[in-house]
């Protein structure tokens, strides 16, 4: 259940983050761009799936004659936070087991 709650509170942020942009003409196509996340970060064996969505999304909003421009600069803000998220929550625990006071022997 904790798991499908972050996975639901994910899609939800970026769905706002879609609509707060402006980039997209409706509520309709930011659902487009969100569920196209999901297709590409459920692909199996896909070593850097960032830069996939990034292409695909720069195509759909070509083939959905959409300005490409406000489009991919959400694409490259979603991709940056994504890798900055993780580099938190991998380096916020290495950080403070460097910080810990060792125990002298």
């Not at 406000?70 to 910080?99: C, K, M, R, S």
Request: net charge positive; aromatic share 8%.
């Amino acid at each position: 259940m904790i798991h499908f709650a972050r996975a639901l509170l994910v899609l939800g942020v970026e769905f706002f983050l879609w609509q707060l942009s402006g980039a997209l003409p409706s509520a309709v196509a930011s659902l487009q761009f969100v569920a196209l996340r999901l297709v590409v970060t459920r692909l199996p064996l896909l070593p850097n799936k960032d830069l996939v969505f990034v292409g695909a999304g720069i195509a759909a909003a070509g083939m959905a004659k959409v300005s490409v421009t406000p489009v991919a600069t959400v694409l490259v803000i979603l991709a940056a936070a994504d890798l900055i998220l993780a580099l938190g929550f991998a380096g916020l625990p290495w950080l403070l087991e460097q910080l810990r006071p060792k125990d002298a022997p």
